[in-house]
């Protein structure tokens, strides 16, 4: 059974970066669409981005489109979240998830397409 652990969050001021990292451990995500989510304090949690089994393939909700970019990298079993130009509006718990089994160029963008989910971590942006 895979689980995933993410790290890279904290307080940073707007206008700067972060980058997320997911790691998986139990098998490999090579195979795996990904994806990132978030949930700020009294919303519901909601999509940021995903990648497709094939790394060509890769979604954003609009919001951060430009700003944040996803990656993989398949040796060391990791999924990254470079995030660009923070704002205030981006403060939240991070959560990264596996996807259920899709086809190779599907980015699965809601919450029950995917079945393992990470615990989570806080980034924090100042104004």
């Known amino acids: 059974q895979v689980q995933l652990v993410e790290s890279g969050g904290g307080l940073v001021q707007a206008g700067g970066s972060l980058r997320l990292a997911c790691a998986a451990s139990g098998r490999s995500i090579s195979n795996s669409g990904m994806g990132w989510f978030r949930q700020a304090p009294g919303k519901v949690r909601e999509f940021v981005s995903a990648i497709a089994k094939s790394d060509s393939y890769t979604s954003y909700t609009d919001s951060v489109k430009g700003r944040f970019t996803i990656s993989r990298d398949n040796a060391k079993n990791t999924v990254y979240l470079q995030m660009n130009s923070l704002e205030p509006e981006d403060t939240a718990v991070y959560y990264c998830?596996?996807?259920?089994?899709?086809?190779?160029?599907?980015?699965?963008?809601?919450?029950?397409?995917?079945?393992?989910w990470g615990q989570g971590t806080q980034v924090t942006v100042s104004s």
């Open positions: 998830a596996l996807a259920r089994t899709y086809s190779s160029r599907y980015t699965p963008r809601l919450l029950g397409e995917y079945d393992t």
